[in-house]
């Protein structure tokens, strides 16, 4: 299984940025390594469900992004150094979650491993 370790989280002014980082290590159960796997970042705020965020192929293309984030978030990777990427600019007090990554989606949408998540909290 693909162990993920998230950073980057913390507390930010309403507008602001932030950058989260996911590091992979491992492989997945058929073998594959982090540059053969789709991404994806979730995020879960209090007493709600976790929703996806944005996800990414395996090359960089094709992404996607919940409305909620499309045009202020950018999901990106470097297979080189094994890290997925979030950066969040045009930060809101409703993108506080604690944020999750997410690796290797089978085709009925089920996600095989998950990070510990890292907070994210924007002040107004």
């Known amino acids: 299984q693909v162990q993920l370790v998230e950073s980057g989280g913390g507390t930010v002014q309403a507008g602001g940025s932030l950058r989260l980082s996911c590091a992979a290590s491992?492989?997945?159960?058929?073998?594959?390594?982090?540059?053969?796997?789709?991404m994806g970042w979730f995020r879960q705020s209090p007493g709600k469900e976790s929703t996806l965020v944005s996800t990414i192929s395996w090359s960089g293309v094709p992404t996607y992004y919940a409305d909620s984030v499309k045009g202020r978030f950018t999901i990106s990777r470097d297979n080189a150094k094994n890290t997925l990427y979030l950066q969040m600019d045009s930060l809101k007090p409703e993108d506080t979650a604690v944020y999750y990554c997410a690796a290797d989606v089978t085709p009925r949408g089920v996600w095989a491993s998950w990070g510990q998540g890292t907070q994210v909290t924007v002040s107004s």
């Open positions: 491992g492989r997945t159960a058929s073998g594959r390594t982090f540059n053969s796997i789709a």
